[in-house]
């Protein structure tokens, strides 16, 4: 299979360090160049000293961000950046011809308006919001394997549509009245310098965050309400926790028919059960759970799979899903190279089992 | 004041060895058994060296549980025993006239049938139900201080009665589809030497479990359900999180009168907060947070304080409460030791601040 | 009792943290004033949320560090600055008659050559070198009693030297050749914005670093020399590890006289438990260990004790001493308070226990 | 390549899943058996969720381990047993002419004398000693290539034994006096419920434990002795801090030349450059670090490799060295699925990279 040439633009923070790893063991492409400003210059395995022995890491510096550079060494390039410098970056390596695989916010919704609702600024390229998918593959494939620009998705988002957009679609659960309650590893906070992020202050600590309106609500909202055919309004509430990586959401679902005998239970969980397993059986990368056995972080760490579970609950009538998923792989790194096998026409699961 | 002689029956848990060091600090009592069977005959300093330095875990030997015995040296007892076998020793205690502060759930309810629905086994003493008191001082201040049994609450209950019940009194909140989305450090689990809850199972996990019908919902409700004078049904996902202590309940509640503008907002805010003020501004344990501020685990451990803060979410039309306590204090041997202050004729906060 | 005015310069790291905790719990002292430039203006309450169920942290308001106002207000003043900056506030406050309590390495060595080897810069105040004594109580409690300048030891060399000095003025050990090797919890680093101390940085990661001349070595080294009545080189390996709080040191000591059998070692051994009982059994915050008992942070955590432990090794021949102190506790501000409840005439215990 | 089918017995400990991991993703063999007493009967997805998504953890299930029936099935068969029990199932395997790779402990030395002095009973087959060959590559390649019995070494000692052998086979440092202080993460403890292992008595805490004499140090001491051509006799302290998985190790050794000068300490270091550079520098799981860099396990963990650095102190004369590995990787499956590529002719850094 014909290697190809990828870069990332923003490789030192958390995210960035993840497509690293992935990408230097991916056998299908080259990785040709990372950039980062306070980093310009050094080997990635001098800042990053875990792959000092791949002999890649010894050769490839980290280089100042030149999109005009970077559309001629590689074919395709991940942005790892922040909301709003994306599409900085994406607009002249779209221009260039180049796959797009931008990891931040910038090209998920497809209204710019909500967009300037929820980032508090103008959409820096409206026009590009019609090309970009919304990298989430197990709903987008086709699409995704034809997009020069794959908006990936984010973590929360991610750990949320899997386990409720078949639901919708199949009408299983109302539109409303969602609540999504979500525990997040520090990684989702960034590589920054803050003190609220120092071990001391999130060792022993778990708290909300954000409340009520996060900003990964709007995608989260819009690709929901695509599913439901209706407009979908949720709760959502993060939460951080002291582990380095996962996030466990827990979310709370009316079903839309009444139940309230064994019976009447057992009849849904069927149709649960057979909606999950037609959207999801021969899918590498989500994990219905069965029987007892509910989700933990620690089984999808390091992989980039999203599993979950879920209980119907007889005394109030409600379905509770569980989903965990490793935050930097399926709800970053991880996702943004499924999207890129599929757009290469690797295999999916090249590089990620 | 003249000084209480008081004894913990099963000292060797979690609860029991934060009640040997909030009793060992006490101005006012004095510690004259501790109990467990494991540990009959060695010194607390033997069991826990974190002690040794205080003259009296030198002299104080552990011993096995003998009621009768407890009864001639006690006059105080705290039960820090598993459900079931709590009620074995309360029953001749109470007969001998001691006080008695249960932290097992065995007289936390006042219905034998509930018990049994939740506890899968018929109520051991059913006409000690009668004569216990909920030990929540907030709620239950002036039937503490004459009861003979205070039964004290869970801590997973703690969390999400102490914000709920002033608003549920008030009639602020409707009595129905309340949720409780809890996390629980793992001291919660109890020292049971069991592989689920070895360092490297809970480090770098998170995982919920016994969804859908936890036993501590049978006391949340019943209380909830009298502060709304009509019964109250809630949902409650327990999730264990890798912290030593603390718990953290965000709560879902639906206002009783609709808003749905900022004007609107605002108007109910001050009512909550009016409520809340009405409740708690005298409590010397509860902290109702104001402004940005969002509890934190790690601003409650090691302390009797619950604190919390509330959100009204305008797109939702909710309200979302967040609250957090240390679950081995407030959520269980601070608030006993609190209880038994009050039923000792001791101020309140005596060794608690 | 007669109450003392107190003021902390540098309350808002986690030294001044520790102090501000304790001190609000001193029943013999009024903690009148705190410092720190970035949280001025602030309450205690709202710059630690966790002090705020106590009515003083609702009052008292940071202010920026002023000494000839703190010298009006206060009659013990506690530094908790960096190295360099303290001296600068201790200056004018010594002149004005307050007594100083200094946790940082200003005024802990008698040579400023020493100081400008090792901390780079020239002394700051050298002629108050003369005036300080070392805030060691269990060597100075004499000295600490008189002097207006107390410089509290490190956390390194308490958990160093509280073991060692017994044995070396015993003569029971070697001068040379000692060995400490020692693991550090991330308090340590102070409340640093820096990404070495990011939660996800610290967590899942143990490391040395400083290799091979730590500035600690300078105050260690000086006072080891004090009670070998020889000049003593150390060796000396900081370690940073996923734990708030805590230093645990391992002691590596070559016997004074050889042993090579079961015998000799007992004979050792009771002449090493008698040097330390002379010099510990009535300490109230040194906890020497017997039995199989090993040292363990968690039993140390959250309190003024050192505790410690040693084995002879027939094998090699050597003796190792395994110590273990709260870092922010016995290692700077417990360690403080027990300064100032000698020099201000309280007991010793006031507060810490 | 043909493949090689291979089995696990005893493949439910951390050591036994980290086999599990490595080989389920080694494209050169077939994972044919499993065995655990306690899960037998259970797929390797229903014991261990997190391999799921891997077809063939649906397919293979536990046994009862069954010597001749798994030498009909499998080639080469990995022992993660505990000391003793697996030299029963060595004796008919390689009778059988399996290839056995045996973690534990039982034939790492070649005296049965040693072993009873360490292991407190008789070796179980001492005529296997001589047929065995200690498993570390970097020093035993040739031989690991033709034995059929390979003593994968332990964790501690990998990490001692591969900085230190070149240097002593050098005659660069002394072979007296040498000085292991190991920290290891809590899976070192293997997977049993008790109490001290437990999340609550790990988290925020550090402890030294089994001084002076643990069983580890017979094979090291072993090892080195052979490397120094003399009897080696080392002091070795493990302590216990709160990670999952990794060691580090700090090495104290002095050099056989004094030096005492920066340029004695740079032409000394030269020569240590020119022994580790000869001993490693193709050697793909050795990573000797320059300049400023530090091991931390962080950038070891979840590979097999060993990192190191060291520095020369001016003041001391000591050279210190630091190691940092993976416990579960190189310190145990890793290193053996490294010898196993080694003697079935795989390329050596198979599956490992």
Not at 23 to 29: I, T
Request: hydrophobic share 40%.
């Amino acid at each position: 299979m014909k290697t190809k040439k990828v870069a990332i633009i923003g490789a030192s923070g958390y995210s960035g360090e993840e497509l690293v790893k992935l990408l230097l063991h991916h056998p299908h492409v080259e990785l040709v160049a990372v950039t980062s400003r306070q980093n310009a210059g050094q080997t990635l395995a001098q800042v990053f000293p875990k792959f000092a022995s791949l002999p890649q890491s010894q050769l490839l510096r980290f280089t100042e961000p030149n999109a005009e550079r970077l559309a001629r060494q590689a074919e395709a390039v991940f942005l790892a950046l922040p909301h709003g410098v994306a599409a900085e970056y994406a607009i002249p390596l779209i221009a260039a011809g180049c796959i797009v695989i931008d990891l931040s916010a910038d090209f998920r919704l497809k209204s710019a308006e909500t967009y300037r609702e929820f980032y508090a600024h103008e959409h820096p390229a409206p026009e590009l919001l019609k090309r970009s998918v919304y990298g989430l593959p197990e709903v987008y494939r086709e699409e995704i394997k034809k997009s020069l620009l794959i908006a990936s998705p984010g973590c929360y988002p991610t750990s949320i549509l899997l386990p409720t957009i078949p639901l919708l679609q199949a009408g299983l659960v109302k539109p409303h009245g969602i609540i999504a309650d979500s525990l997040s590893g520090v990684t989702g906070a960034g590589r920054k310098p803050e003190v609220d992020y120092l071990f001391c202050e999130c060792n022993e600590s778990v708290r909300a965050y954000g409340l009520p309106k996060h900003r990964h609500l709007s995608e989260i909202e819009e690709q929901l309400s695509l599913a439901a055919a209706v407009p979908v309004t949720i709760q959502f509430t993060p939460h951080l926790i002291p582990v380095n990586r996962g996030i466990l959401t827990t979310l709370y679902l009316a079903p839309a028919e009444h139940f309230s005998t064994a019976v009447g239970a057992g009849a849904l969980n069927a149709k649960i059960a057979d909606c999950y397993a037609a959207a999801y059986q021969d899918e590498p990368f989500v994990r219905v759970l069965t029987g007892k056995a509910l989700p933990d972080t620690k089984n999808v760490t390091d992989s980039n799979v999203c599993e979950f579970a879920w209980r119907l609950d007889l005394r109030t009538g409600r379905l509770i899903v569980v989903s965990a998923e490793d935050n930097l792989v399926k709800g970053a790194g991880g996702q943004a190279i499924q999207s890129m096998n599929l757009r290469c026409g690797f295999p999916e699961t090249t590089g990620l089992l």
